[in-house]
Nanobody, 121 residues
Framework: QVQLAESGGGLVQAGGSLRLSCAAS????????MGWYRQAPGKQRDLVAG???????DYADSVKGRFTVTRDNAKDTVYLQMDSLSPEDTAVYYC???????????????WGQGTQVTVSS
């Protein structure tokens, strides 16, 4: 019913930047929370940054001041601008969104497939 399509991952040197994008599509009535999680090998999946429909944001302490999350409500798209990247940021980044569809009054979470971000030292 709802698909999240991520793009923008890749390989970058330490100190560099990347911009991730995630577009939601399908039988959407409204997309509320959108955000990014990441999972490094052998570690749990943790929240990196999130943004509400009204623009309130939340960041993991480890990325504050380096990452910026924004969204375009008209396009149901969320972005993650990542600057001053370090090898510790290497992980698979997953987009998530809480969506109310046209056919279900419940707000349900959806996940993207994940995009690899690798930062070389």
């Amino acid at each position: 019913q709802v698909q999240l399509a991520e793009s923008g991952g890749g390989l970058v040197q330490a100190g560099g930047s990347l911009r991730l994008s995630c577009a939601a599509s399908g039988s959407i009535r409204i997309v509320n929370f959108m955000g990014w999680y990441r999972q490094a090998p052998g570690k749990q999946r943790d929240l990196v940054a999130g943004i509400t429909r009204s623009g309130n944001t939340d960041y993991a302490d480890s990325v504050k001041g380096r990452f910026t999350v924004t969204r375009d409500n008209a396009k149901d798209t969320v972005y993650l601008q990542m600057d001053s990247l370090s090898p510790e940021d290497t992980a698979v980044y997953y987009c998530t969104a809480k969506v109310r569809t046209r056919y279900d009054l419940r707000e349900l979470p959806y996940w993207g497939q994940g995009t690899q971000v690798t930062v070389s030292s």
